[in-house]
């Protein structure tokens, strides 16, 4: 939710960034927003993370032994809470095309670990959309870094 909050009220800053030609300042606040909106996330993921057995247990007994699955869901949260920062840097920067086909191989990788763990359950979302959040991480990073590079 902090990212959210941040993200959306820091995108018309970009832009004007963006807008002004002011590429390194636009870079360093867009990094300088991943980075806080990650250690935020991960400030909040920790407590939640070790609290999982306990949180998991209020839904009743059958989601008490489920508590791994709200773990991978935190872990999971974290890494997107910085990809929406870099994304909207590539979004300023005229890579939409770019943000809607890294969508793509999310999916495919979504639906291959659903597949592939069907038989875990929950356990099988869960773990693809860790996987999956964090090949599309890695691909906006890329993109970021081949943008700093270009420019």
């Given at each position: 939710?902090?990212?959210y909050l941040t993200n959306r009220a820091a995108l018309p800053i970009l832009a004007s960034l963006?807008?002004?030609?002011?590429q390194a300042e636009l870079r360093r606040v867009s990094w300088l927003m991943a980075l806080g909106q990650f250690a935020a996330a991960a400030a909040i993921a920790v407590p939640?993370?070790?609290?999982?057995?306990?949180?998991?247990?209020l839904a009743g007994p059958a989601f008490a032994a489920q508590w791994p699955v709200l773990v991978l869901m935190i872990a999971t949260g974290v890494v997107l809470a910085a990809q929406t920062s870099l994304g909207n840097y590539l979004?300023?920067?005229?890579?939409?095309?770019?943000?809607?086909?890294?969508?793509?191989?999310?999916?495919?990788?979504?639906l291959a670990c659903a597949?592939?763990?069907?038989?875990?359950?929950a356990y099988a979302l869960a773990w693809?959309?860790?996987?999956a959040s964090v090949l599309r991480t890695l691909l906006i990073l890329g993109a970021y870094r081949e943008s700093?590079?270009?420019?």
């Open positions: 939710m902090i990212s963006q807008a002004e030609g002011r939640l993370g070790l609290a999982a057995p306990w949180i998991m247990g979004l300023v920067t005229d890579r939409q095309v770019f943000m809607l086909m890294s969508l793509l191989p999310w999916g495919v990788v979504l597949y592939l763990f069907s038989a875990s359950g693809g959309l860790l996987v700093r590079s270009r420019a």
